[in-house]
């Protein structure tokens, strides 16, 4: 078996998912991150409906592979009853979100149909 090696990864995503009731839940959560990481974690737009492969309402956040360690541990801690889907962002995108993906909380079915398989 060949291994990857982790030198791929050029950075990590967070999807926050939330629907109609959890809305401000996910609006507290993201002002919180906003605060306690400021611009070296950006925060993507605020999606009300399904985006690409994500099954729920979500936003990103984008993580440099050297605060993985930080953001991954306070959002563990904080999401509250938000659920949030993790995956590191290599020139495989498909792998990336099936096969090298992290959850906090419950976990969905992504549409992988989106990356055109």
């Known amino acids: 078996m ?3 090696d982790p030198a791929e990864i050029a950075s990590w995503h967070a999807h926050v998912y ?3 009731a959890s809305r401000d839940a996910a609006w507290t959560l993201r002002e919180a991150i906003a605060a ?5 974690v950006p925060i993507g737009r ?3 409906r399904p985006v690409g492969p994500h099954p729920m ?3 990103q956040l984008t993580i440099a592979c050297e605060r993985f360690t930080e953001v991954i541990a306070w959002l563990t801690l904080n999401h509250g009853a938000l659920d949030v889907f993790i995956h590191p962002n290599t020139s495989d995108g ?3 979100h099936r096969d090298a993906a992290l959850w906090i909380g419950n976990s969905y079915s992504l ?6 398989s």
């Open 2 to 4: 060949s291994y990857l």
């Open 18 to 20: 939330f629907g109609a």
């Open 36 to 40: 306690r990481f400021g611009d070296t």
């Open 46 to 48: 605020f999606h009300e």
């Open 57 to 59: 309402w979500s936003y």
């Open 94 to 96: 498909l792998r990336d």
């Open 111 to 116: 549409n992988l149909g989106a990356f055109g």
